[in-house]
């Protein structure tokens, strides 16, 4: 899985050449019946008019002072958001608590989308764009999830509710914004009313590594990788 950067040009994974590799690799690397499976579900998405495709992100109109710091859209797919979580429970060693997920750069909606579906009850997504957050309001219509909200915000002026337990990143920015993101959380550390959980995905930077002590690393065969942490 290719790491993006900010301002990078993703648009060569919406080219059918990447799609034909990418059907290949799931065929190499996870067999038969889950590559087949994959392309039910996104013959399904396209049956119900859901978008989860990657977006490059410098000609939206996007919210705030950090325009420059974002990365381009690359969705979450629900395996992979699948495989994190149960990471997650063995490094921590007990089942998740799954309450309020909350994705900072939620795209289209996909993480928060899959995170109800694998069992949280509320999932909230704070995206910048106002087209993918317009598109993420369509795809939750779509499929008619309850209890998913898109909210289009930059990620540095959200606060996060105090029942949050856990905090996804997808590589969404650079480290100026994530060192904002940061210190909003951990000012709000002795609010929240549950442990919270911090699962951050294809990290770009080393803002949660320096400040809190790193639960797991994995690098999975796909290239991604996964840091976990505990506030
Ligand atoms: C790699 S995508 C991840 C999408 C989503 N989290 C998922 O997993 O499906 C990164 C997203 O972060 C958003 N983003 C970048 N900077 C942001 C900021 N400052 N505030 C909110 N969203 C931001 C981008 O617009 C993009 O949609």
Redesign the pocket.
Request: no cysteine; aromatic share 18%; hydrophobic share 45%.
């Given at each position: 899985m290719r790491k993006?950067h900010t301002n990078a040009d993703m648009s060569h994974e919406n080219r059918l050449s990447y799609k034909i590799s990418i059907f290949f690799k799931s065929l190499r690397d996870n067999g038969i019946f889950p590559t087949i499976r994959k392309m039910g579900q996104r013959l399904y998405y396209k049956i119900k008019g859901v978008d989860f495709s990657t977006q490059n992100?410098y000609d939206l109109t996007r919210k705030?002072e950090?325009k420059e710091?974002?990365?381009?859209?690359?969705?979450?797919s629900i395996d992979f958001l699948s495989q994190l979580l149960d990471d997650l429970e063995r490094a921590i060693e007990k089942p998740l608590n799954k309450g309020l997920f909350v994705?900072?750069?939620?795209?289209?909606g996909?993480?928060i989308i899959h995170a109800k579906k694998l069992g949280f009850k509320r999932a909230i997504g704070?995206?910048?764009?106002k087209e993918?957050h317009e598109s993420a309001q369509k795809n939750i219509k779509a499929l008619g999830v309850d209890g998913v909200e898109s909210i289009y915000?930059?990620?540095?002026a959200y606060t996060l509710p105090k029942d949050t337990s856990l905090i996804?990143f997808?590589?969404?920015?650079d480290e100026v914004?994530m060192q904002k993101v940061f210190d909003n959380i951990m000012k709000q550390k002795d609010n929240f009313e549950n442990d919270v959980y911090v699962i951050y995905g294809n990290a770009s930077c080393t803002v949660w590594r320096d400040n809190i002590e790193l639960l797991d690393k994995i690098t999975y065969i796909s290239g991604a990788t996964a840091e976990f942490y505990k506030l």
């Open positions: 993006t992100i705030g950090y710091h974002g990365t381009a859209l690359v969705s979450t994705d900072f750069g939620s795209g289209k996909a993480a704070v995206e910048f764009a993918l915000e930059d990620a540095t996804y997808f590589n969404p920015f914004v």
